[in-house]
């Protein structure tokens, strides 16, 4: 049957969730570019943020969300995140994820910027795996057709509406299309355009490249939050150490081992993540050093070993007995707040095109991302999807943005452009928009990214087409940092390093 009711691009959270809602309207293939749990999903640690403690609100969720946003956030998206938090993570239980408890009451800790401890998880720092695995065991003993090592290369229209996926699998190199009709766009983040990035290997941005090349509108791009503390060892990919280790105690120190986050803000090691990793990044230059160090060995070792397994076998495994020696960390590429500009109901402007997840720009977190309100943001807002997809004609999907519409430019020819090859490609992202941005490295970037978009070879696998992806997010996100001419939440200008009032709206691209 090459006819499905709900395509699902994607098989993390927000693929998996979302699917498994779906199958109770109608039949759904889910088609995914690796094995079914190959995602950003399964390496979240922290956890899901929701209202449910006692001295907790959802006002107060709202509220905290709203301050990281800088300005930014959709506040009737924020509502609805902060409304029915309770409600999805009744439904995630529901699914058989084994949440963490405390004396029979579910657990939940404090991460940076939350007023409260709002934080569940599960298998200590182990929530994304749990959940990918828990979903995916859902998926495979469900009527939900799935396609691995597949990988969607065009999103199909028919009078402006959507129609169909084109596919190709890689390991037969069988290039398909299937009808459908809607598309849910689950395909998570960009973390691949920087050198250094917790993200996997499946994080290229393909959502946003689809999406903008069938007419999407593609927003926020130049917000993309810098985790501050990944594990920094020679030869050893930039693993994540949760925030929730600063949260339970552990300290930033430098080289020569003095505690220096309260000289970056009066919060010290608690301040949000964007002041953190500046902290850290002008911390690094200062003592010309390529790391500081997390020092969590004044805090019990059975706690460690028991609250952060992961972190704590990780490291062991890499020679790093965390209860004895202080963590070498650096910042790296975490999260994209940008995406495909969905409404409240997860709508894209073309019919039947929904997003969802991290590839996806519900407004709720604005400028910077509060910590763990990405999966919590997947479940609320994947769930009024397939609501939505079950209603015929107009839904009120909230209020429009403040914001400004572009086309990319086409810039002048520049011929000393270094060598399109990946590395070359992520090191400039890394270095000229990356934490710390200006006008001169902006520039520099937008000319070698245009030169570099004249010369792309035709896709032919899997990382030909991911580099061509990764090109159309990183002169996306080059070009909106450029034209943002201040600094807020995670975007940062040395050049202008304040915010603008002129500049309290979103930047919209559109082809
Ligand atoms: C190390 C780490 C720790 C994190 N910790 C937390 C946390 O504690 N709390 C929290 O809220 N958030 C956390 N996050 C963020 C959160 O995990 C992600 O935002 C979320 O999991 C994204 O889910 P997703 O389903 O949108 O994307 P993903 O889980 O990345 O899934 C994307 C899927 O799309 C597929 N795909 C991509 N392109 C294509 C294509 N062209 N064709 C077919 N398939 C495609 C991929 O193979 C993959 O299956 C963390 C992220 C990282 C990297």
Not at 45 to 59: K, M, P, R, T, V
Not at 103 to 117: Q, Y
Not at 195 to 213: E, H, P, R
Request: net charge negative; proline share 4%.
């Amino acid at each position: 049957m090459n006819y499905y009711d709900y395509i699902v691009i994607g098989s993390g959270i927000a693929g998996l969730y979302s699917a498994l809602l779906a199958i109770e309207s109608g039949s759904v293939l889910i088609v995914t570019k690796g094995g079914i749990e190959d995602c950003n999903t399964r390496h979240a640690q922290g956890g899901i943020a929701a209202a449910i403690g006692q001295n907790d609100s959802a006002e107060l969720h709202f509220k905290d969300t709203i301050e990281a946003g800088d300005g930014l956030c959709d506040e009737e998206a924020v509502r609805i995140l902060a409304d029915e938090a309770p409600d999805r993570i009744a439904d995630l239980i529901g699914f058989g994820v084994p949440f963490d408890t405390q004396e029979g009451e579910v657990a939940l800790t404090r991460e940076a910027a939350h007023s409260r401890s709002r934080i569940l998880h599960a298998g200590g720092d182990a929530t994304g795996e749990y959940i990918e695995v828990t979903l995916s065991e859902q998926v495979r003993i469900s009527p939900i057709k799935v396609l691995e090592y597949c990988l969607a290369t065009e999103i199909l229209l028919n009078n402006g509406r959507v129609s169909g996926v084109k596919t190709i699998d890689f390991r037969s190199g069988i290039i398909e299309e299937y009808a459908c009709k809607f598309i849910i766009l689950a395909t998570g983040g960009a973390g691949r355009l920087f050198k250094y990035t917790t993200n996997g290997d499946t994080a290229t941005g393909d959502g946003i490249a689809l999406a903008y090349n069938a007419g999407a509108e593609i927003v926020d791009m130049e917000f993309f939050q810098f985790h501050p503390t990944a594990l920094r060892l020679p030869g050893v990919s930039p693993f994540l150490i949760s925030e929730a280790v600063r949260g339970e105690g552990g300290v930033l120190r430098n080289d020569e081992g003095r505690a220096f986050m309260t000289d970056y803000s009066p919060s010290g090691d608690l301040a949000p993540r964007d002041v953190v990793a500046r902290g850290i990044l002008f911390e690094m230059r200062k003592t010309g050093s390529d790391r500081v160090f997390l020092d969590v060995t004044h805090l019990p070792a059975t706690k460690l070993a028991t609250r952060f397994p992961r972190i704590y076998r990780f490291c062991l495994d890499h020679g790093l007995d965390i209860t004895r020696t202080p963590i070498p960390v650096a910042p790296a590429a975490h999260y994209l707040m940008g995406g495909v500009r969905v409404n409240t109901w997860g709508e894209t402007n073309i019919p039947g095109l929904f997003a969802a997840g991290e590839t996806a720009c519900t407004g709720v977190h604005g400028a910077n991302r509060l910590a763990s309100n990405s999966l919590l943001e997947v479940l609320i807002f994947s769930k009024r999807i397939i609501e939505r997809s079950e209603l015929e004609g107009q839904a009120n999907g909230g209020r429009p943005w403040p914001a400004e519409t572009y086309q990319l430019p086409s810039r002048e020819p520049y011929k000393d452009a270094p060598a399109l090859v990946l590395a070359n490609f992520q090191s400039m992202l890394w270095d000229k928009v990356g934490i710390v941005r200006d006008v001169n490295g902006l520039y520099r970037a937008a000319i070698t990214l245009s030169a570099w978009d004249r010369i792309l070879p035709v896709s032919t696998d899997r990382l030909s087409y991911e580099l061509n992806t990764m090109l159309t997010n990183a002169r996306l996100m080059t070009e909106a940092a450029l034209l943002r001419e201040e600094s807020r939440g995670a975007h940062y200008r040395s050049d202008f390093p304040t915010p603008s009032d002129k500049w309290k709206k979103h930047i919209i691209f559109r082809i």
